[in-house]
C-alpha cells in the first residue's frame, strides 16, 4: 500500500499529550503494513518548558506557547487535542474552521452543552474526528463486542458498568485543574463515567434513561503548582489548600433501549481500586466480564455441549483477537494502555486517509453528553429522567 504522511500537531503536552506524541511515533512500526507515516509538526503548550521539552523528547519540528500556531500550520493535517478541558471548544472551534481534523481526550466539552457545540463546528465543517474512548480498543473488548453482535449472549438482561480510580483517594493529592468546575466543568461525571457510559453503549446498545446521585468526599485540597506535576501528585507539606468544586463519585441506574438493565457508577477517591474501568454484561444465553486492571483477561460464560452455561471461563488476549498481532504474535503475552493510544490514533489516521468518519468521533463523544445530561438532571429532582437525543 502507498504510503500517506499525516502532519501532526499536538496542543497540551502534559502527561495525555506526550502519550499521544508516542502512540503516533508508534504507528509506522506497529500497523507498518498500513503505509501512514504520521509526522510530528508542531507541539504547542501554556508552559514554555513542557512544549520545547516536548519538541525535543519526540522530534517535533517546532513548538510554541500560542496554540493558533498550530492551526495556522500548513503542514498539520490532524489537530490533537490534549489540554485542559476549558480549552477544548475554542479549540475545536478555530480547528475545525481551519479545515483541519481533529483528535479530542475525553471529555470534548466542560458539560454537555459544550460536547453538543464541539459537535456542531466539526459537522459544519465537514471534517473527520476522533475522541479518547480508549479502553474499548483493548484487543479482548472488541471481541466482547463480536461475540454480543453475532448474539452469542441472547437477549441482553443486565449490564454494570463502573470506574473506580482511587487516583483521589488521598486528601493531600493537589488541586488539579481537574477537581475545578470552572476549568474541567465536570467532575467524575466528565472525567471518569465518560469512559463508562461511552463503554456501556458500545457493548450493550443506547440507553432511555437513568436515576442518578453525586457526593464531593473531599471538600478541599492542596493547591498545585501549575506546570508540574499531575492529578497523581501528592503534596506531603503542609500549605495553602482551595476548594474542590465538582462531584468525586457518580452513581447511577439504567435502562437501556433494548430492554437491558443495568448500573453506572464511578469514583475518583475511593480506596482499593486502583484503575477499576470494568464492565459485566448478562444475556439469555451467556455473559462476559471485563476489568482493565486485567486488561488482558476476559472471562466468557457460554453454553457447553448440552446446551446451559455452566461458569466463567478465562480467555486470554492473542493475535486471534483484533490487534493483538499488531504488537506480539503470542497468546497471553499482554499490551498496555500506551498500546490502546497506538490503535486508536491508527484508526484514526487510517480514517483521515480514506476520509471516512470513523468511531467513536464526536457523534458518540454527543451520545455520551446526552446520557450526562439526563444525569444532571435527575441528580436535581431525584428522579428517573429520560435521555434526550
Not at 448500573?263 to 439469555?284: D, N, Q, S, Y
Request: some cysteine.
Amino acid at each position: 500500500m502507498a504510503k500517506r504522511t499525516i502532519g501532526i500537531g499536538i496542543i497540551g503536552m502534559g502527561w495525555m499529550g506526550m502519550t499521544h506524541a508516542r502512540a503516533y511515533q508508534q504507528i509506522a512500526d506497529r500497523f507498518h503494513q498500513s503505509g501512514l507515516q504520521p509526522r510530528l509538526i508542531i507541539c504547542a503548550d501554556d508552559v514554555e518548558q513542557r512544549a520545547t521539552e516536548a519538541k525535543s523528547r519526540f522530534g517535533f519540528k517546532q513548538a510554541t506557547t500560542d496554540f493558533r500556531q498550530v492551526l495556522n500550520e500548513k503542514h498539520v493535517d490532524v489537530v490533537n487535542i490534549a489540554a485542559p478541558n476549558d480549552k477544548h471548544l475554542e479549540i475545536v472551534e478555530a480547528a475545525t474552521a481551519a479545515g483541519k481534523h481533529v483528535f479530542c481526550e475525553k471529555p470534548v466539552g466542560r458539560n454537555p452543552a459544550e460536547t453538543k457545540a464541539v459537535e456542531t463546528a466539526a459537522q459544519r465543517a465537514g471534517v473527520l474526528t476522533c475522541v479518547g474512548y480508549n479502553y474499548r480498543w483493548a484487543p479482548v473488548v472488541q471481541h466482547a463486542q463480536q461475540l454480543i453482535s453475532e448474539g452469542k449472549l441472547g437477549k441482553l438482561t443486565h449490564y454494570r458498568g463502573r470506574f473506580f480510580a482511587g487516583y483521589a483517594s488521598h486528601p493531600r493529592t493537589v488541586l488539579s485543574w481537574r477537581f475545578q468546575k470552572e476549568i474541567a466543568g465536570l467532575g467524575t461525571l466528565g472525567d471518569l463515567l465518560s469512559h463508562v457510559i461511552d463503554m456501556a453503549r458500545f457493548i450493550a446498545g443506547d440507553i432511555a434513561c437513568v436515576v442518578a446521585q453525586k457526593e464531593t468526599f473531599i471538600p478541599e485540597r492542596p493547591l498545585a503548582t501549575t506546570g508540574s506535576g499531575t492529578h497523581f501528585t501528592h503534596e506531603n507539606s503542609e500549605g495553602p489548600v482551595g476548594p474542590v468544586t465538582n462531584e468525586d463519585y457518580v452513581g447511577a441506574l439504567a435502562r437501556f433501549e433494548n430492554g437491558a438493565r443495568g448500573t453506572l457508577e464511578a469514583c475518583r477517591i475511593i480506596t482499593g481500586p486502583k484503575c477499576e474501568m470494568a464492565f459485566e454484561v448478562h444475556g439469555t444465553n451467556g455473559a462476559l466480564r471485563w476489568n482493565f486492571e486485567q486488561m488482558n483477561e476476559l472471562e466468557i460464560c457460554l453454553p457447553t455441549e448440552n446446551g446451559f452455561a455452566d461458569g466463567y471461563t478465562r480467555v486470554l488476549s492473542g493475535p486471534e483477537h483484533p490487534f493483538h498481532s499488531h504488537f506480539n504474535p503470542g497468546p497471553g503475552v499482554g499490551l498496555g494502555y500506551d498500546d490502546l493510544k497506538t490503535i486508536e490514533a491508527y484508526q484514526f489516521l487510517k480514517a483521515v486517509r480514506e476520509g471516512k468518519q470513523g468511531s467513536p468521533g464526536f457523534r458518540e463523544a454527543a451520545a455520551v453528553a446526552d446520557v450526562q445530561a439526563a444525569i444532571q438532571t435527575s441528580w436535581e429532582h431525584e428522579q428517573w429522567m429520560p435521555v434526550q437525543k
